[in-house]
């Protein structure tokens, strides 16, 4: 199996094994949904709260080892924790605590692996809200892999329906009155 999904299995095992929120998102979550690319990675989301997250860091860094010295500090600053899986796979952990984020790992779906391996992703219409807040090149590029693999099934309600009319409404260079 690819090093990177066995990576991010690992980091879904440990959540699941503690009934964390969890989910995988950025470049594994692309290849699911978008234009597959090359990626180093696996990025992913953790729900931890608004003012709770030191308990999640304290418990991944006691079973992952961290890739920067004072990560605990960093994260506790940044939301973002950068571990290594137990083959040295870099993990980018996101702590999530807004409503948004919340409601993004409750939508996650398994994206099948292999007959005995699911990987929990986030929607197609969450990677795009995300895709779109990061506003990176690259980002935009994959939001139009997104946009040309799902044409015409994505679902532009709910919470996610003006940013995800709107991106589309860019990618496809339309504009509403």
């Not at 950025?26 to 290849?31: K, Q």
């Not at 994260?75 to 980018?92: E, K, M, Q, W």
């Not at 005995?116 to 992703?121: E, I, V």
């Not at 799902?150 to 509403?176: F, N, P, S, Y």
Request: glycine fraction near 8%.
């Amino acid at each position: 199996m690819n090093p990177l999904f066995t990576a991010a299995l690992e980091i879904q095992a440990f959540c699941d094994d503690r009934d964390w929120g969890f989910c995988v998102i950025g470049g594994l979550a692309v290849e699911r949904w978008g234009e597959p690319r090359f990626t180093r990675d696996v990025d992913c989301t953790v729900l931890a709260g608004l003012g709770d997250e030191a308990p999640y860091i304290d418990g991944l860094l006691a079973h992952f080892a961290a890739r920067i010295a004072e990560a605990r500090a960093f994260a506790l600053t940044n939301r973002v924790l950068l571990l290594a899986s137990s083959a040295g796979i870099p993990i980018d952990v996101a702590l999530s605590g807004v409503a948004f984020e919340a409601r993004m790992i409750g939508r996650a779906t398994p994206y099948r692996l292999s007959d005995a391996a699911t990987l929990s992703t986030c929607s197609a219409e969450d990677l795009v809200v995300l895709k779109a807040f990061a506003g990176r090149d690259r980002d935009w590029a994959d939001i139009a892999g997104v946009l040309q693999r799902q044409a015409g099934k994505l679902d532009e309600g709910a919470d996610r329906a003006i940013l995800v009319t709107a991106v589309v409404d860019r990618a496809c260079g339309r504009q509403r009155a």
